[in-house]
Every structure is written in C-alpha cells, then in structure tokens.
C-alpha cells in the first residue's frame, strides 16, 4: 500500500541535486514495482502527468504506453508539443488521438457550465477507455497524483489525470510524485530535462479552453480565443510577467458588440484578460498589469485575431470572482 501522508522528515526538494537523488530513488522503486510488465499513463501535457512520463521513460522505457488525446480544447501548440518533446526527443511509446471533432460536435450548443464539464470529462474517459482496451499485457496505470491531491482528497483522489477510470478496469497504480508539492514536481521536472516552459506551465483546467469560450462552444469563437490566448501568453513572456503571475489566460463570452474595421462597422466578441496571484488557489488576488502592455496586448489582439474587438481586463478578485469565469 502507498503512503497517504508525506513523512515529517522529508526534506524538501529544492535543488538539481535534491531531485536527482529523489529521480534515482523512483526509478529503482519503479524498476521493482514494475518489473518487466507494461503501465499505461494518460498524458495530457500538463505539469504532473509530463514528469511522471519522463520519470517512467527514464525508469523503464518502451514499457510504458501514454495516450495523448487531443478533445480540441487545448491551448495553441500544446499537443504539437507533446509530440515533439514526448514522440521525437525522448522517443517515448505514444499514442496521439485527435479527438476534435468528436468532443467539439458532443458540445455542440451546450451552454451549462457543469453539463460542459461532465460531457468533456466524460467522453474523454470514454476514448482513454477505447484506447486502453485495445492494448495488451497492461498492467499498471500511472498518474499524476501530487501531495495536495492526497490532501484534499482524504487520501482518495477524486479526479485524476484520467478523469477516473471505469470501474472494470483494474490496474494497479503507479504514482511517483505522489508525496510532492507542486514546486518540488517542478524542480524534479528541470533535472529531467524536460523544457522549461512544459515544466513552468501554469494551471489549466481539465475541460481546456471548453471552460473559457464562455457559453455554448463554436469553433470559430475557439479559435479566436485559442489565438488572443497565445497572444497574452507570448506578450507576457516579452515583458517577464509569465514568471509573476500565477494563472493568466483570456476569456471569450457568446456575445458580441459593435466596433469599426476598414471604415465599416461590424459585431465582434470581447477578449477578457484574466491575471491573478495566488497561493491556495482558495483566495486570489489582481496582478497589476502596466499600461503600456495591456495597450499593447489589446492592439495585436484586435488586430491579429479575426472576430474580436474589444479587450477587456477583469479587475476582480476571489472572492468573489472565482478564478475562471465557468
């Protein structure tokens, strides 16, 4: 049985030589959990479930399986990245699944924020289901488990990486950052080698972008927010804000507004800057953005981005904002 509770004497992990001694550690605990038997791990690109790939590549190579399924809802250039660092650079046994079309046509006028979220977390259990029964010899499940989960949970993690699993398949887990904060993760991640903006990437939620195309999703307004987020995010990184701030994203709610392009009026959507500093994510706080940098955000995005024209910023902290609109 894994411990639920991180030992009092566990010392922090907060150098190259702290997470290389805690890598050498997993990798032999994993070499003896495993053996020579096959895990499968749902890959999605985020922090956790990125330094378990590269911890268990590094532990047991060709025996683990990640399954990266692309619903349609991720931020630019994160599943091409995926492929890059995971498929090309470290020559992992990964599964790519572009699911778009599958998730984007399930969603098809939903508005409900909650009934968005459950379609989204449901279907994607649903292909990671198809997608492991098609698989064989599959003993363990790895996930990205890290010590707030355990916390928050009781002990029993509601929502893992695979968005929960059907009951009917069983594997045994495989959970080696499970005792871990979220800033000890990171630093295992750097001396894995894995990039920096992978391994410093900021918290997304699980449903993607599908929780900040405010409304019922359309594939248009998508892809206008898929693109005035990069825009936020490149701008950010420019004026060293990306290391700052905690979560920024954008926002683009089902409604538009009338504005003037070529000398013509026309109805566009509002783009919505969201910045906000945290801790516990249980309260958040506004982080001050100077002028000329929104001015400058605002000017690419309603120039850049087809169908917005207007940028917004949301001033508003938690409470009583929740940090993501939906």
């Known amino acids: 049985m894994l411990p639920n509770k991180r030992p009092d004497d566990m010392q922090r992990i ?9 890598i050498d550690e997993q990798v032999k605990q994993i070499r003896a959990q495993v053996g020579d038997k096959k895990v499968l791990l749902a890959l999605s690109g985020g922090v ?6 590269a911890l268990l590549i590094k532990a047991i190579g060709k025996q683990l399986v990640c399954v ?3 619903h349609g809802l991720m931020r630019k250039g994160e599943s091409e990245q995926v492929i890059e660092v995971f498929g090309k650079e470290l020559d992992a046994n990964l599964i790519y699944i572009d699911a ?4 984007l046509d399930l969603l098809k006028g939903v508005s409900a924020p909650e009934t968005k979220r459950k379609i989204i977390g449901g279907e994607f259990i649903k292909v990671f289901d198809e997608e492991a029964s098609k698989l064989k010899g599959i003993s363990f499940l790895a996930q990205g488990t890290i010590y707030p ?14 968005g929960g699993l059907p009951e009917e398949i069983q594997f045994e887990l495989v959970e080696p950052v499970r005792l871990l904060y979220k800033d000890e993760v990171r630093v295992v991640g750097k001396a894995l080698g894995l990039p920096v903006n992978m391994v410093d990437r900021q918290p997304f939620p699980g449903p993607g972008l599908g929780v900040r195309c405010l409304g019922a ?3 248009d307004r998508l892809h206008a927010l898929r693109k005035a987020d990069a825009i936020l995010r490149e701008e950010f990184d420019n004026c060293g804000l990306a290391s ?3 979560q920024y994203f954008i926002a683009v709610p089902d409604m538009k507004s009338v504005g003037v392009k070529d000398g013509k009026r026309y109805e566009g959507w509002p783009a919505i800057i969201r910045a906000v500093n945290t801790v516990d994510a249980m309260t958040a706080t506004i982080e001050e953005i100077p002028y000329s940098v929104l001015n400058k955000i605002t000017q690419r995005i309603t ?3 087809e169908g917005i024209n207007r940028v917004l910023f949301d001033l508003t902290p938690k409470p009583v904002g929740t940090i993501e609109w939906e």
């Open 14 to 22: 907060t150098t190259p030589e702290l997470a290389n001694a805690f």
């Open 48 to 53: 956790d479930s990125s330094v378990v790939a």
């Open 217 to 219: 999703i359309t594939r």
């Open 244 to 246: 700052k701030v905690w």
């Open 303 to 305: 120039s850049e981005v």
């Open 68 to 70: 990266h399924v692309n």
């Open 149 to 162: 989960d355990i916390i928050e949970s009781d002990g029993v993690k509601a929502h893992h990486n695979v």
């Open 100 to 103: 778009t079309d599958r998730f």
